[in-house]
């Protein structure tokens, strides 16, 4: 069974930075696309960032040029790395694996516990 731990998140400036981990087990699969989401309270859920298996990425565009996603495939771990944070940033961050519809179906979508990220003005 797939396991996504995410750890970093917290309490932060406007303009500062943080960085987002999730540690991932439980799988065998080589085809694979991970993620981020994030949910802000009484807002749905929205992707932030997706890396497939061969590397390549895409962001939203309310994050482009301040956050990069990256993974590190010998330590099973996804990264969020957040630069010149905003307000409009705060809400609980999630990990996400898909090994089959690569983060478009819901259904097939795998969950971190998530992490929550504030931003202060």
């Known amino acids: 069974q797939v396991q996504l731990v995410e750890s970093g998140g917290g309490s932060v400036q406007a303009g500062g930075s943080l960085r987002l981990s999730c540690a991932a087990s439980?799988?065998?699969?080589?085809?694979?696309?991970m993620g981020w989401f994030r949910q802000a309270p009484g807002k749905e859920r929205e992707g932030v960032a997706a890396?497939?298996?061969?590397?390549?990425?895409s962001y939203a565009d309310s994050v482009k040029g301040r956050f990069t996603i990256s993974k590190d495939n010998a330590k099973n771990t996804l990264y969020l790395q957040m630069n010149s944070l905003k307000p409009e940033d705060t809400a609980m961050y999630y990990c996400?694996?898909?090994?089959?519809?690569?983060?478009?179906?819901?259904?097939?979508?795998?969950w971190g516990q998530g992490t929550q990220v504030t931003v202060s003005s």
């Open positions: 439980g799988y065998t699969y080589s085809s694979y696309c």
């Open positions: 996400a694996a898909d090994f089959s519809h690569c983060l478009r179906l819901i259904a097939t979508i795998n």
């Open positions: 890396i497939d298996s061969d590397g390549s990425t």
